[in-house]
Every structure is written in C-alpha cells, then in structure tokens.
C-alpha cells in the first residue's frame, strides 16, 4: 500500500511475558520478558540469523523492553546494530491496559462483548486502529535503505501494519489470524504493491512451554490459524498455542 526503501519486510512479534501468559492486555505499559519469551527470542533469532543477509539487514524495534530484549537477541548475531522507534509501540489501550480479559468483562461488559464481536470499541480511550496503522506506516517509511528490514513490534501494531501493507480495510481484519509471541510475517514489494509471502511463522518450541509454535521452517507455507467458537483467532494465532493471549486479538 506504500512504496518503503526496502523490497523485503519481515514482521516480527516480540516473545512472551507474563502478561502474554496471564491473559492481561499490556497496550503500552511495559511488563518484560519471561524465561518462556527469553527463550522463544533466542531460538527465533538463530532462526532468522541463518537466512537473512548480513550486511542488508535493518532491525527496528518497538522501544517497550519486551520488544526490544526480543530484538537484542538478533542483531548480534547479524553483526548489526538496533535501532528503536517508539511509532511502533502496542496500540495504547486505554483504561484496559493492565486488565485480565476478566476483569474487563466484569468491569466493562459492553465494551468487551464489542471487542469479542470484532466490533470497535468506544469509550476506552484507546487509541484507533488507523492512527495506529499510520504511525507504524511512518516508521517503515523511515527505514534506510537495506535488502530487509526487520521490524520488531507488537500483536495489534503488528496487525495493523500488515492489514495495512496489504490494502485491507476493516471489513477484511479477519482474514488475517494474528500473530503469536516471536512469530513473524513476511511481506516482498513488487511493482509498487506488497504481497504477503508467510505468515505467523515460529521456531518449534514444543517442550519449552508446552504449547507448540507455528511452523519450524522458515520456508515453509504460512500456518494455517484456527478460529474459536466466537469468531475470533485463536489468541496467540497458533494452533496448539495459550488461549490466554490477550494482545494478540487487539
């Protein structure tokens, strides 16, 4: 949807926190990474590091700590340095954030019943999905020139991007199942337009957790997302995965 200084794009959600784990919407408070995130970075980054160029790589990263430790696990291994940018922050979620998925339904049940039904949400004071799409826009647009970049950023942010990217409008967000804690999308510009070539793909990491991730191989055909009884993705956007991931569905 927008001409960038890169062909390839890579978009990267950060690893899990505890928060990921309990069901609590994060938005732009700050939690960081749990042993089980530490981990799905160190493997998804030696994943990413075996086939992405070297010298023509750009990693950004979303400044929040949970985002960038995500990040940090990557550039070293690509002899790179990181660069951070707060445009590509979780969406501010307003009086949710710090909320269980419980806690809303019981303190604001109309709002949550919205968000269940795929519906906007008013009354949150959250930011809007296009004003979040477009400072992630920004950000891409602000990239150096490079044969990848490497955007590192959050389950909605992240989402709001690739809808974007893609030319979606909102009636078409539930063709995209949404990311899950370390897994990444993968986007090529062609003649002016992007086209989506993987999608929520991650390492493997059966036995870590628990839960299995999406695909182990980077080449491998974009997972298939499973859709709960209510109509949205599953919550982490992975078959097998917790059903407890709030900011995945935002």
């Known amino acids: ?135 992630a826009l920004a950000a891409l647009g602000d990239v150096p020139d490079a044969e990848v970049a490497v955007l590192v950023t959050h389950g909605g942010t992240g989402l709001r991007l690739l809808e974007s990217l893609l030319g979606l409008g909102r009636d078409s967000r539930r063709l995209l199942g949404s990311l899950g804690n370390c897994a990444w999308s993968e986007l090529l510009q062609q003649s002016g337009r992007w086209r989506l070539v993987r999608h929520n793909q991650s390492v493997d990491l059966a036995g870590a957790d628990g839960a299995t991730g999406g695909s182990a191989a980077v080449g491998a055909v974009a997972g298939v997302v499973p859709v709960g009884a209510d109509g949205r993705a599953a919550a982490d956007g992975q078959p097998g995965g917790s059903s407890t991931d709030a900011d995945a569905v935002l």
């Open 1 to 135: 949807m927008t001409a960038a200084a890169v062909p390839r794009v890579l978009v990267w959600r950060h690893g899990r926190t505890a928060w990921n784990a309990e069901g609590r919407f994060q938005g732009q408070l700050d939690p960081p990474l749990d042993e089980v995130g530490r981990d799905q970075a160190a493997r998804a980054a030696a994943q990413l590091a075996a086939v992405l160029p070297r010298e023509g790589t750009v990693v950004v990263s979303s400044d929040l700590q949970r985002a960038a430790a995500t990040a940090a696990a990557l550039v070293p291994l690509l002899g790179i340095p990181l660069r951070t940018d707060p445009r590509l922050r979780e969406l501010d979620l307003g009086s949710w954030q710090g909320l269980t998925r419980q806690e809303v339904a019981e303190r604001h049940p109309g709002q949550y019943a919205d968000w269940v039904a795929g519906r906007p949400v008013l009354g949150r004071g959250s930011e809007e999905p296009d004003e979040v799409a477009h400072r």
